[in-house]
C-alpha cells in the first residue's frame, strides 16, 4: 500500500513563498507519476503540477507556471512544490497525489493515492 504525506504549508504573505513536500512510502515512488492539486474555499479541485516518472517531464497549470516548481528527490521518496510569487488566489489546500501513468496528467482518476492535504494561506 502507497501512503502520501503532505506538509509545509502555512500562512505567508504575497510575494513570499513556501516548499511544500509529499513524504511517500513504498519501494517503486521513482515508478509513481507525481502530481500536486489544490482545493480553494468552495470551488472544485484543480490540477496544478505534475512530473512524470518515465519521461522526466513537468506539466504546470496556466495560473502557476513561472512561479512553481515541482521537483522530486526518487532516493528521499519525496516529491516538492516550491512557491514562489505567491498571491491570495493561491490560498487553497494542496494535495499530492501519485499514480501509474506514462508521462504526466492533470486528470484526477489517473492519480491512484492521495496525500491528506495541506492548507496554504496567502495574505494580501
Known amino acids: 500500500q502507497v501512503q502520501l504525506v503532505d506538509s509545509g504549508g502555512g500562512l505567508v504573505q504575497a510575494g513570499g513563498s513556501l516548499r511544500l513536500s509529499c513524504a511517500v512510502s513504498?519501494?517503486?515512488?521513482?515508478?509513481?507519476?507525481m502530481g500536486w492539486f489544490r482545493q480553494a474555499p468552495g470551488k472544485e479541485r484543480e490540477f496544478v503540477t505534475a512530473?512524470?516518472?518515465?519521461?522526466?517531464?513537468?506539466y504546470y497549470a496556466d495560473a502557476v507556471k513561472g512561479r512553481f516548481t515541482i521537483t522530486r528527490d526518487n532516493a528521499k521518496n519525496t516529491v516538492y512544490l516550491q512557491m514562489n510569487n505567491l498571491k491570495p488566489e493561491d490560498t487553497a489546500v494542496y494535495y499530492c497525489?501519485?499514480?501509474?501513468?506514462?508521462?504526466?496528467?492533470?486528470?484526477?482518476?489517473?492519480?491512484?493515492?492521495w496525500g491528506q492535504g495541506t492548507r496554504v494561506t496567502v495574505s494580501s
Open positions: 497525489a501519485a499514480g501509474r501513468y506514462i508521462g504526466t496528467t492533470s486528470k484526477e482518476s489517473d492519480y491512484n493515492y
Open positions: 513504498g519501494r517503486t515512488f521513482s515508478t509513481y507519476t
Open positions: 512530473s512524470g516518472w518515465s519521461t522526466g517531464s513537468t
